[in-house]
């Protein structure tokens, strides 16, 4: 699967994240009056749409590295993940949208079109923070983390923008709120997508065998690759690979690659090496698999 | 005496105006809904007055009550009010704004004639007057500021709880000069009222003024220095001061002063009053009984209703044997996600259930790719672009190069010769071999021919191309 096709992935993803959440979202807010405090009411909200989107987006890793038993895994400890940021996003966006709302509530006018649709786009920004946060704490990721803050505050106020004004210009229209949820899915996964590509050191494509033509960022100070589908280079398909057979290291903005199980030689450009300085289209190959360096 | 108005009625038209003049009055100063989603609790300051304008003290809990409604018409009574606190400004203290016209007609004596004796001035009966209310706040918890307006409004203090700076501070009062002497009254309440920008608790506005609203832009003719061609409207001084949560008081000074219109309105909606101050020692005890009424609210705790709404209308009502009232107020009540549909259908499962099944299908993607025939792939070029960018090798010589009559052409790659790189299949062996005629790498090394494996890194003048021959790595 080439980066490309990876984004797509995590587009469609991020769309069917904001679609399943709905229903669910919807389901709450109807019974809203039944809760014992706003708190409790919030942070349920906040953590079964926190969830559900968790689970669409700790499914990505699964699907794009082709390996199917990475799915589950990712979808449970993404939806745990999604759950806790999603309460915690949702108490907080509820925090600031009371706080602003209740400061410029009174301003006549402009209460309908500008006060209300703002907060709550800074409230669903909020909980979008969290929520795009949660794939980087799921994956242990910093850079992930920030990747999902950014996305999820652009989604939240998009999202929210387009959830308020769609309400105001169509009042009868009753699926404001999924539009709102699919826009804060497709810019958390279009954000994953994007960005994760510009903070990436460059991509190592498959040449060879079952996954040739997949395609994998290095966005991670350490990244191990082997047959073990823990791997984060998962190439379970090529029997000649050690489990863990090497290892990505990202040092001082170098890439350096490193044969942890020497029993299976690793050339690069054709040369035997132990360990080596990655540079742009350099040409690796471990037993049945050729890998190629490449920024594109 | 109690008026029995109908419910509707009544809440048609008291809808931010405090208590009508019943036996008791009862106005709503401020809501404070800032713990709410921590402790479910809003707080409300109510303060009770009898026809006299004097506050009522001593009331009990069972006296008043509290209901909440989505709408401003249908009300859901609380059951019980969790904390009561008579005294309440008293005991948080009060945060004080003392706002004094300056303009021209406050140099004219108390019943509007032209006066040169300064102590026959209406702004000096003012000036005493503050005096007076800033010695009266015994509460070491209570804070003052100090601000004047005419053309422009300017601030003396912020609030400090150094009263006798405040005293002090008068004195820099000055008479306006003739362009200065217009009573920009609207647009001081609004500016006033960033004076609060966060402070907590209870904050009230003591405006004093002797006349209308009478801007410069509008009178002068010209731009006004500061606004401009801006005219403020009262609504604008009541928005920003109920955004604040500010009590506006006002005191109409002076004999045969017209008061501004609106300035009853003005303090009506942000709970506050107004008042009539006739001479110094009058205005001494309107200012006193302001104090007294701040100092002596009742502060009412209640656990909110979840019923949706954007914003959450109060209604606080006291009974007692003097009497009965009601306020309503509002306060911002909006959740992230908004209101809730009005009923829910099954049709709601469909987008559960489609997200579900187009998940399912996303995971059954094609996971690993099949064998197809040998090819090669260009992968990049530097200079140039490949006019395809997979080419099948079906036939015994694949020619590479910039010529359009080249298998794989690049075009627009100046260094390519027109053949540049030849794709040569034995049969036999069933193996493939490049051969240059130009410079050419296999896997970053330099070479004229060399016998290809499947994967192997070719590149011909700047474009990468990867040669694939499934079936060749399957051996």
């Given at each position: 699967?080439?980066?490309?096709?990876?984004?797509?992935?995590?587009?469609?993803?991020?769309?069917?994240?904001?679609?399943?959440?709905?229903?669910?979202?919807?389901?709450?807010?109807?019974?809203?009056?039944?809760?014992?405090?706003?708190?409790?009411?919030?942070?349920?909200?906040?953590?079964?749409?926190?969830?559900?989107?968790?689970?669409?987006?700790?499914?990505?890793?699964?699907?794009?590295?082709?390996?199917?038993?990475?799915?589950?895994?990712?979808?449970?400890?993404?939806?745990?993940?999604?759950?806790?940021?999603?309460?915690?996003?949702?108490?907080a966006?509820?925090a600031a949208l009371w706080l602003i709302g209740t400061l410029v509530m009174q301003s006549?006018?402009?209460?309908?079109?500008?006060v209300?649709?703002l907060s709550?786009?800074i409230?669903?920004?909020?909980?979008?923070?969290?929520?795009?946060?949660?794939?980087?704490?799921?994956?242990?990721?910093?850079?992930?983390?920030?990747?999902?803050?950014?996305?999820?505050?652009?989604?939240?106020?998009?999202?929210?923008?387009?959830?308020?004004?769609?309400?105001?210009?169509?009042?009868?229209?009753?699926?404001?709120?999924?539009?709102?949820?699919?826009?804060?899915?497709?810019?958390?996964?279009?954000?994953?997508?994007?960005?994760?590509?510009?903070?990436?050191?460059?991509?190592?494509?498959?040449?060879?065998?079952?996954?040739?033509?997949?395609?994998?960022?290095?966005?991670?100070?350490?990244?191990?690759?082997?047959?073990?589908?823990?791997?984060?280079?998962?190439?379970?398909?090529?029997?000649?690979?050690?489990?863990?057979?090497?290892?990505?290291?990202?040092?001082?903005?170098?890439?350096?690659?490193?044969?942890?199980?020497?029993?299976?030689?690793?050339?690069?450009?054709?040369?035997?090496?132990?360990?080596?300085?990655?540079?742009?289209?350099?040409?690796?190959?471990?037993?049945?698999?050729?890998?190629?360096?490449?920024?594109? | 005496?109690?008026?029995?108005?109908?419910?509707?009625?009544?809440?048609?038209?008291?809808?931010?105006?405090?208590?009508?003049?019943?036996?008791?009055?009862?106005?709503?100063a401020q809501i404070d809904a800032s713990r709410l989603l921590v402790?479910?609790?809003?707080k409300?300051y109510?303060?009770?007055?009898?026809?006299?304008?004097?506050?009522?003290?001593?009331?009990?809990?069972?006296?008043?009550?509290?209901?909440?409604?989505?709408?401003?018409?249908?009300?859901?009574?609380?059951?019980?009010?969790?904390?009561?606190?008579?005294?309440a400004g008293?005991?948080t203290g009060i945060t004080f704004l003392l706002l004094?016209?300056?303009?021209?007609?406050?140099?004219?004596?108390?019943?509007?004639?032209?006066?040169?004796?300064?102590?026959?001035?209406?702004?000096?009966?003012?000036?005493?007057?503050?005096?007076?209310?800033?010695?009266?706040?015994?509460s070491p918890a209570d804070r003052v500021g100090l601000a004047?307006?005419?053309?422009?409004y300017?601030l003396l203090s912020r609030p400090t709880s150094d009263r006798?700076m405040i005293?002090?501070?008068?004195?820099?009062?000055?008479?306006?000069?003739?362009?200065?002497?217009?009573?920009?009254?609207?647009?001081s309440l609004t500016l006033a009222a960033r004076e609060f920008a966060g402070i907590e608790g209870r904050k009230a506005i003591i405006?004093?003024?002797?006349?209308?609203?009478?801007?410069?832009?509008?009178?002068?003719?010209?731009?006004?220095?500061?606004?401009?061609?801006?005219?403020?409207?009262?609504?604008?001084s009541i928005t920003a001061n109920q955004e604040e949560g500010n009590t506006i008081?006002?005191?109409?000074?002076?004999?045969?002063?017209?008061?501004?219109?609106?300035?009853?309105?003005?303090?009506?909606?942000t709970g506050?009053?107004?008042?009539?101050?006739?001479?110094?020692?009058?205005?001494?005890?309107?200012?006193?009984?302001?104090?007294?009424?701040v100092?002596?609210?009742?502060?009412?705790?209640?656990?909110?209703?979840?019923?949706?709404?954007?914003?959450?209308?109060?209604?606080?009502?006291?009974?007692?044997?003097?009497?009965?009232?009601?306020?309503?107020?509002?306060y911002f009540?909006?959740?992230?996600?908004?209101?809730?549909?009005?009923?829910?259908?099954?049709?709601?499962?469909?987008?559960?259930?489609?997200?579900?099944?187009?998940?399912?299908?996303?995971?059954?993607?094609?996971?690993?790719?099949?064998?197809?025939?040998?090819?090669?792939?260009?992968?990049?070029?530097?200079?140039?672009?490949?006019?395809?960018?997979?080419?099948?090798?079906?036939?015994?010589?694949?020619?590479?190069?910039?010529?359009?009559?080249?298998?794989?052409?690049?075009?627009?790659?100046?260094?390519?010769?027109?053949?540049?790189?030849?794709?040569?299949?034995?049969?036999?062996?069933?193996?493939?071999?490049?051969?240059?005629?130009?410079?050419?790498?296999?896997?970053?090394?330099?070479?004229?021919?060399?016998?290809?494996?499947?994967?192997?890194?070719?590149?011909?003048?700047?474009?990468?191309?990867?040669?694939?021959?499934?079936?060749?790595?399957?051996?």
């Amino acid at each position: 699967m080439t980066a490309f096709a990876r984004r797509l992935i995590l587009l469609a993803l991020g769309v069917l994240a904001g679609i399943c959440a709905w229903p669910a979202a919807e389901l709450i807010l109807f019974l809203q009056t039944g809760f014992p405090s706003y708190l409790v009411f919030s942070a349920l909200l906040g953590a079964v749409t926190g969830a559900l989107m968790g689970a669409f987006f700790g499914s990505a890793e699964g699907i794009t590295s082709r390996v199917k038993s990475r799915i589950p895994r990712g979808m449970l400890l993404g939806a745990l993940v999604g759950c806790g940021g999603g309460g915690l996003g949702l108490l907080a966006g509820q925090a600031a949208l009371w706080l602003i709302g209740t400061l410029v509530m009174q301003s006549y006018g402009n209460f309908q079109r500008v006060v209300l649709p703002l907060s709550h786009a800074i409230g669903w920004a909020v909980l979008g923070v969290f929520v795009g946060a949660g794939e980087g704490v799921r994956a242990g990721s910093l850079k992930k983390i920030g990747i999902g803050i950014l996305g999820g505050l652009t989604g939240g106020l998009l999202g929210g923008l387009v959830l308020e004004y769609s309400r105001l210009l169509f009042p009868r229209m009753g699926i404001s709120r999924l539009i709102g949820f699919a826009i804060l899915g497709l810019a958390i996964g279009g954000f994953y997508g994007l960005i994760e590509r510009g903070m990436s050191f460059g991509i190592l494509r498959i040449l060879t065998g079952a996954l040739k033509g997949k395609e994998f960022l290095l966005n991670q100070r350490r990244m191990r690759l082997g047959r073990s589908p823990r791997n984060e280079i998962a190439l379970p398909s090529y029997e000649d690979l050690a489990d863990r057979q090497a290892q990505v290291r990202i040092h001082k903005g170098e890439v350096v690659l490193v044969n942890l199980e020497p029993r299976l030689p690793m050339q690069v450009n054709e040369q035997k090496v132990l360990e080596s300085r990655l540079k742009l289209g350099d040409v690796i190959r471990m037993g049945s698999v050729r890998i190629f360096y490449k920024y594109e | 005496m109690t008026l029995k108005l109908p419910r509707a009625i009544l809440l048609a038209f008291l809808p931010f105006f405090p208590g009508v003049a019943f036996a008791l009055n009862i106005s709503l100063a401020q809501i404070d809904a800032s713990r709410l989603l921590v402790t479910q609790n809003v707080k409300v300051y109510v303060s009770v007055t009898n026809d006299l304008g004097q506050p009522v003290e001593g009331l009990e809990p069972g006296a008043f009550s509290i209901a909440e409604s989505s709408d401003g018409v249908t009300f859901q009574q609380i059951p019980r009010i969790a904390a009561f606190t008579p005294n309440a400004g008293a005991v948080t203290g009060i945060t004080f704004l003392l706002l004094i016209d300056d303009s021209g007609s406050m140099y004219d004596t108390l019943d509007s004639r032209p006066t040169t004796d300064p102590a026959l001035m209406r702004i000096a009966h003012a000036k005493d007057a503050v005096r007076t209310l800033v010695a009266s706040m015994t509460s070491p918890a209570d804070r003052v500021g100090l601000a004047y307006f005419n053309t422009s409004y300017h601030l003396l203090s912020r609030p400090t709880s150094d009263r006798d700076m405040i005293a002090g501070l008068l004195d820099g009062i000055q008479r306006p000069t003739p362009d200065q002497a217009y009573t920009e009254l609207y647009a001081s309440l609004t500016l006033a009222a960033r004076e609060f920008a966060g402070i907590e608790g209870r904050k009230a506005i003591i405006v004093l003024s002797d006349g209308e609203n009478y801007p410069y832009v509008q009178h002068a003719g010209k731009p006004h220095p500061v606004f401009g061609n801006r005219i403020f409207s009262p609504a604008e001084s009541i928005t920003a001061n109920q955004e604040e949560g500010n009590t506006i008081y006002a005191v109409n000074f002076g004999i045969g002063s017209v008061p501004d219109r609106n300035l009853k309105d003005i303090a009506l909606q942000t709970g506050g009053k107004i008042f009539d101050a006739k001479n110094r020692d009058e205005l001494a005890s309107v200012y006193d009984t302001i104090h007294r009424q701040v100092a002596g609210e009742y502060l009412l705790t209640y656990r909110a209703t979840l019923t949706p709404a954007e914003k959450k209308y109060v209604r606080a009502s006291v009974a007692s044997s003097e009497g009965d009232a009601s306020v309503t107020r509002f306060y911002f009540a909006s959740t992230v996600f908004g209101l809730p549909m009005r009923s829910l259908t099954l049709f709601l499962l469909i987008p559960f259930i489609l997200a579900g099944l187009l998940l399912w299908v996303l995971t059954l993607l094609r996971l690993e790719r099949k064998r197809g025939p040998a090819s090669l792939e260009v992968l990049h070029t530097q200079v140039g672009h490949p006019v395809t960018r997979v080419v099948p090798l079906t036939t015994s010589k694949t020619v590479i190069g910039g010529s359009p009559k080249a298998d794989l052409t690049i075009v627009g790659a100046p260094q390519l010769r027109e053949q540049h790189a030849t794709i040569l299949f034995d049969p036999k062996d069933k193996r493939y071999t490049v051969v240059g005629t130009g410079d050419i790498l296999v896997n970053n090394q330099p070479v004229k021919r060399r016998t290809l494996e499947s994967g192997d890194v070719i590149d011909v003048g700047g474009a990468t191309i990867v040669f694939d021959d499934e079936e060749q790595g399957a051996k």
